[in-house]
């Protein structure tokens, strides 16, 4: 009889998959439900192993019908019977349910219950040995981490952060150490904010490491944002070569990762990094990576891409303007002006009125007083549409030098009736 109700629940497990496979949930429910029982009657760790799958798969299909509750209970099950299987299969389906569980209870805002499954995720996926049980701790752990990071947990927060690292490393897979690069992001963030800087440096560099290594672009994503990090505290810390380094990788892992957020990141770093090597002297190559960033920027399809697209053209016509190229200069704050009210974001729009100002200084300087007025009437608008104090007072210049231009012009028009 037991070896019976064994070989019968692994038939129903496997029915059950098939079932589901061609779309008839309904008929793979009723077939998990039979193989949880015949597992559980079994009296095997076999059997139970097989309930534990089962229940693993039913409570997924509850999930997406919205029977919470009923998932949540034969997660539970799956948890009970996984654990007691002793099999190292059973304690990874164990820990995948329990994570489930946690995603559930945290959804519905039972943060404390949510937590304790990710503590079971994490012990039973441990116990495991496997890499999909590494895996599902890296998950568990990392979401636990979020967790606590919420409620201002921190040092906890860490710890679990930690064992996110050392799990997804551990895992091999790829999504393993997409979690770890995640984690170790997050570590290095929280360590920043508490004075940390050199601990948060490392975290970062390992969030580099295995954001690239896994191969995702999600994870070359992660990858650009902690080299973009750590090229700013290396910055803050005078090293800039160092610095440097760091926003080339966060250039090279952002455009690589393909995503709109990972363009915009590229597009931060290279604006970073020809401010930094315009102040060495660098103006040739300061360009060609302000062009990178302008690219990448537009690229990224965000406001803030557009932002920074317009950031990097303003510094490009400002450099050109202050080498004696002023028509080349011109045509960049034109293109900045674009970009800067393209971008709708209040720092886009004072770029914007900065660069118009600019271009009006120049066209006046050309003789081209009437372009000059509609420069700068653009750095008003812009400037006050901005919202921001340096907006406000580009405007209030334009709003000079504009009137100065039109009494100029009113005097002259009396002088030539007279």
């Known amino acids: 009889m037991t070896q019976d109700s064994e070989n019968e629940a692994l038939e129903r497990l496997n029915l059950g998959l098939n079932l589901n496979k061609t779309g008839k949930a309904d008929e793979a429910n009723q077939t998990w439900r039979i193989a949880i029982e015949e597992g559980k009657a079994s009296g095997t760790d076999k059997g139970r192993e097989i309930a534990a799958g089962a229940a693993s798969n039913l ?11 009923e998932a949540n209970q034969t997660w539970r099950i799956a948890i009970e019977e996984g654990k007691s299987s002793g099999t190292d ?14 995603l559930t209870l945290e959804n519905a805002g039972n943060d404390d219950e949510a937590n304790r499954a990710w503590r079971i995720a994490i012990e039973e996926g441990k116990a495991s040995g496997t890499d999909t049980g590494k895996e ?82 999600a994870g070359k994503e992660i990858a650009a944002k ?33 995503t709109a957020t990972g363009k ?66 011109n045509r960049e704050y034109r293109t900045a002006i674009e970009e800067g009210k393209a971008s709708g974001t209040d720092m886009g729009r004072e770029l914007a009125a900065g660069a118009a100002i600019n271009l009006g200084f120049n066209l006046e300087k050309a003789g081209k007083a009437d372009e000059a007025n509609q420069a700068w009437r653009i750095a008003i608008e812009e400037g006050n549409a901005s919202g921001t104090d340096t907006g406000k007072e580009i405007s209030a210049n334009a709003v000079s030098n504009l009137g100065l231009n039109l009494e100029k012009a009113r005097k002259a028009d009396e002088d030539n009736h007279a």
């Open 264 to 329: 915009e990141i590229a597009a931060k770093a290279a604006l970073n990094l020809g401010l930094t090597l315009e102040k060495a002297g660098n103006d040739d190559e300061a360009k060609q990576v302000w062009h990178i960033a302008i690219d990448e920027g537009k690229a990224s399809g965000t406001d803030m891409g557009k932002e920074i697209s317009a950031n990097a053209v303003f510094n490009l016509g400002f450099n050109l303007e202050v080498a004696g190229k002023v028509d080349e200069a």
């Open 59 to 69: 409570g997924l299909n509850l999930e997406k019908a919205g029977e919470i509750d």
């Open 89 to 102: 299969k059973g304690k990874e389906i164990a820990a995948g349910a329990a994570f489930n569980l946690g």
């Open 136 to 217: 599902i701790v890296a998950g568990a752990a990392f979401n636990l981490g979020f967790s606590l990071g919420k409620a201002a947990n921190d040092d906890e927060a860490n710890r679990a952060w930690r064992i996110a690292i050392e799990e997804g490393k551990a895992s091999g897979t790829a999504i393993g150490k997409e979690i770890a690069s995640k984690a170790a992001f997050n570590l290095g963030a929280t360590l920043n904010i508490n004075w940390k800087a050199n601990e948060a440096n490392r975290a970062w560099r390992i969030a580099i490491e295995e954001g690239k290594a896994s191969g995702t672009d």
């Open 226 to 258: 902690a080299a973009f990090n750590l090229g700013t505290t290396l910055n803050n810390e005078g090293k800039a070569n160092e610095a440097n380094q760091a926003w080339r990788i966060a250039i090279e892992e952002g455009k690589a990762s393909k």
